[in-house]
């Protein structure tokens, strides 16, 4: 639990010239100014989910943007659209079967209104794509500010994770507690920010300053404008 502090400073977002292979959407780094700003440690586990709907979440249109709560009010949403509560008691689809909720595992299938809902009753935001990526990736100068150095990957520069790093390629069928693999941690200490679950963001997905379509031309530039960004992967 708890949050980090990330200070302020210049951060290189996208993917440097020297990588072998990236969509055109990461094409290429460039700076971005970022405010010093606090960033949970690990993702929003199915219990801090549950409060939130406990606390009658989805039927507060304070909560909501107006897009939003058109949806929950379309949908029926009263909670998590892939739970229920018999006798009281949460559970969730866990493929073909109803499982209990797991307490310490990263909640999942929720779309962007409802992780923006859930921010604002908690009192919180979405990061933007750049501080989150800055929180993953980014380096220290020595004396606390922010490099315009960045890793590979939150843990380094090695070329492809071990298990011990992140939860991916189905080993674990599924989302792990959100406080395990501390080997996988970032220079600032937030964790699994690769894998388990892909996380939400609050920037649109636009294109980068010089922007040139790949041979494959439907990859990105259709949707630009109409996406929100999630980053990170899934397990």
């Known amino acids: 639990p708890g949050d980090v502090e ?12 020297d990588e072998p292979f990236v ?9 971005v100014e970022l405010n010093a700003f606090k960033i949970a440690r690990a993702a929003v586990t199915q219990e801090e989910f549950a409060a939130f709907i406990d ?20 949908e029926g949403a009263d909670g998590h659209v892939y739970w ?9 689809r866990r493929f073909d079967a109803w499982v209990d909720l797991e307490p310490h ?21 979405l990061p933007t794509e750049a501080e989150w990526q800055a929180a993953a990736t980014a380096l220290s100068t020595g004396d606390g500010q922010l490099s315009e150095k960045k890793l590979r990957f939150p843990w380094g520069d090695a ?24 080997a996988g941690d970032s220079p600032w200490g937030c ?3 690769i894998g388990n679950g892909w996380e939400w963001t609050s920037s649109d997905f636009l294109p980068f300053p010089g922007f ?24």
């Not at 990330?6 to 010239?17: M, N, Q, V, W, Y």
């Not at 229920?84 to 969730?92: C, E, K, L, S």
């Not at 011990?164 to 792990?176: K, P, Q, S, V, Y």
């Not at 990105?220 to 109409?226: A, I, Q, V």
């Open 6 to 17: 990330i200070p302020g400073g210049t951060f290189r977002l996208g993917a440097e010239r």
């Open 55 to 74: 606390a009658g979440g989805y039927l507060d249109r304070q909560l909501w943007t107006d897009e939003g709560w058109q949806w929950a009010r379309s």
């Open 159 to 182: 070329p492809s994770p071990t298990p011990e790093h992140a939860n991916l390629d189905w080993r674990g069928m599924g989302t792990i507690a959100v406080g395990a693999l501390p």
């Open 191 to 193: 964790r699994q920010m």
């Open 84 to 92: 229920r509560r018999p006798a009281g008691r949460w559970q969730r």
């Open 23 to 31: 969509f055109d959407n990461e094409k290429w780094a460039h700076p």
């Open 105 to 125: 595992k990263a909640v999942i299938h929720v779309n962007w209104f409802e992780a923006d809902a859930y921010c604002r009753w908690a009192g919180r935001r």
């Open 212 to 235: 040139v379509v790949d041979p494959y031309k439907d990859y990105s530039e259709p949707w630009f404008g109409t996406r929100k960004e999630m980053l990170g992967g899934c397990w």
